[in-house]
């Protein structure tokens, strides 16, 4: 797919980043700088069913073991946003956890979606929207994509039909960025470091501080669990406070892979769509990962379908044909470097429905 831009050679944080960066359609490499109980901890016997549990019933057994659980997404991946509707849908859930944080949401508006979400009230969709369209990656990613408004909606949704003591509340994640006062591109890179530090504290202070639970909803690159160099958010949770997360990554183009993944594929063929596989004593846990093994990376993989059918949820190309938030993008783009080459022209092209593979191919991740 050409998102108007070079790929450089990265490390393998960066190739992370830049895989979420073109899935949203700009070419903005290095936007995010420094995301049954028997089944799931089986070893695997290379069979489905003997080594493989649903999604629900695989996070379930994992908040068994701990208050939080990753799930790290491919971003805009449309099947990821499937199974995390089936996920929270599921009225099991709301009895085991209190807190979903998610990436996709400025923490500057955590009250309007406290109202929206965990209260129920009434908000308009002007005053909505800034939750998602005005976060840190901004305008490398507007999370204009359908899924992530309708997670939010998904969520109302459940709570509506619960007592106010069993409602999931949502923790928006990231850093609380103020547009209107960012001015100079200085500001904007000061900021991009903030971001993990900045979840990893909230996450410590308003679920394991207060004994709950937390499902937490982040890109890929963010809950891998080998990355400690680089600070990820999973890896300063542990350091602060001593708590593992549990993660369940998915199995779509993962950094630190063979160049040609092929064989992974053939051995996800025969299991069915939706399920979670462990690593600890599986086939994929022993799955070569940057010289080692998948084990590294993640506690769990989740299967979502071979790269054929994998499609991807894109934002409506008629959202940026409204002039003032054309103009706000345009201004935020030219606070980027120059070497990132935004292309916002992207955003109003129709795109195709597939989900845009083949990253790993296009960068050595350095391990």
């Not at 769509?273 to 022993?286: D, F």
């Amino acid at each position: 797919m050409d998102v108007g831009r070079t790929v450089p050679r990265l490390n393998r944080r960066g190739f992370l980043t830049a895989s979420a960066a073109a899935a949203a359609g700009l070419g903005a490499a290095g936007l995010a700088a420094p995301g049954a109980a028997a089944a799931i901890a089986a070893p695997g016997h290379g069979s489905p069913g003997k080594s493989s549990s649903s999604i629900t019933d695989a996070v379930l057994v994992a908040f068994q073991r701990g208050p939080l659980v990753a799930l790290g997404e491919a971003h805009i991946l449309q099947e990821h946003h499937d199974a995390l509707q089936t996920l929270i849908s599921d009225p099991r859930l709301p009895g085991v956890v209190n807190d979903i944080v998610v990436e996709f949401g400025n923490a500057m508006y955590q009250d309007t979606i406290d109202k929206f979400v965990l209260d129920g009230e009434p908000v308009n969709d002007a005053d909505l929207r800034p939750v998602y369209r005005n976060t840190t990656q901004s305008p490398g990613g507007t999370w204009d994509n359908p899924v992530y408004e309708q997670f939010f909606r998904r969520v109302r949704a459940v709570n509506w039909t619960l007592p106010p003591s069993q409602r999931v509340r949502v923790l928006l994640g990231d850093y609380p960025i103020d547009w209107s006062k960012i001015t100079t591109a200085q500001q904007l890179a000061a900021i991009q470091p903030k971001r993990d530090p900045y979840v990893a504290a909230l996450v410590e202070r308003q679920v394991l501080a207060k004994g709950r639970r937390a499902l937490i909803c982040y890109g890929i690159g963010h809950v891998v669990l080998d990355d400690a160099a680089s600070g990820d958010l999973v890896v300063l949770i542990e350091q602060k406070t001593g708590v593992h997360t549990y993660v369940i990554c998915d199995l779509v183009d993962l950094p630190g892979l063979p160049p040609d993944p092929t064989s992974l594929y053939a051995k996800l063929a025969s299991y069915p769509r939706g399920v979670v596989i462990p690593a600890a004593g599986t086939w994929l846990g022993k799955y070569p990962y940057c010289g080692g093994s998948m084990s590294r990376l993640l506690d769990a993989g989740l299967y979502l379908g071979q790269p054929a059918e994998l499609t991807a949820s894109w934002p409506n190309p008629a959202i940026y044909l409204d002039p003032a938030y054309w103009a706000e993008l345009h201004r935020r783009k030219d606070l980027w470097p120059k070497s990132l080459k935004i292309n916002l022209n992207f955003y109003r092209q129709q795109q195709p429905p597939r989900f845009p593979l083949g990253m790993a191919q296009q960068v050595s991740p350095d391990c």
